[in-house]
């Protein structure tokens, strides 16, 4: 199901964010999850290697497609669920078709900032 980052974004100040080079698809780089998550969340990337500003403002909106694990832990605790990937609404529609039948708001395509080096 999408999530909506609207009520979670709107709680962090303005002018957070993360700075992350824009990954060259390359195994375990966290700045890969990063791309995942702005794949997901249907932001516009600029060209492999740029430097970019992922700011809290950039989150507020969009809808954002994830799977979701629980972990068990042990007998005594609480399931405790995590996002165990970030999915690009395309890939979610393939997973669970009824998404498709999900009423969202119509968004405009948002471009992420490119740092000036």
């Keep these: 199901m999408p999530v909506d980052m609207t009520h979670k ?29 702005c794949d997901s ?12 500003e992922l700011t809290s403002a950039d989150c507020l909106g969009p809808y954002l ?14 399931p405790c ?10 890939a979610a529609l393939i997973k669970r078709p009824e998404v498709a039948k999900v009423a969202l708001r119509e968004q405009a395509p948002l471009r992420l900032k490119v740092l000036s080096s």
């Excluded at 932001?43 to 430097?51: C, F, K, M, Q, V």
């Design 9 to 37: 974004a709107s709680q962090m100040p303005p002018d957070s964010g993360i700075l992350y080079r824009n990954p060259v698809s390359s195994g375990n780089d966290p700045s890969a999850y990063i791309g995942a998550f």
């Design 41 to 52: 969340c249907g932001l516009i990337r600029p060209e492999e290697g740029a430097d970019v």
């Design 65 to 78: 497609y994830v799977t979701i694990t629980n972990d068990e832990g042990d007998v005594d605790s609480d």
């Design 81 to 90: 669920p995590r996002v165990s990937r970030f999915l690009t609404r395309e």
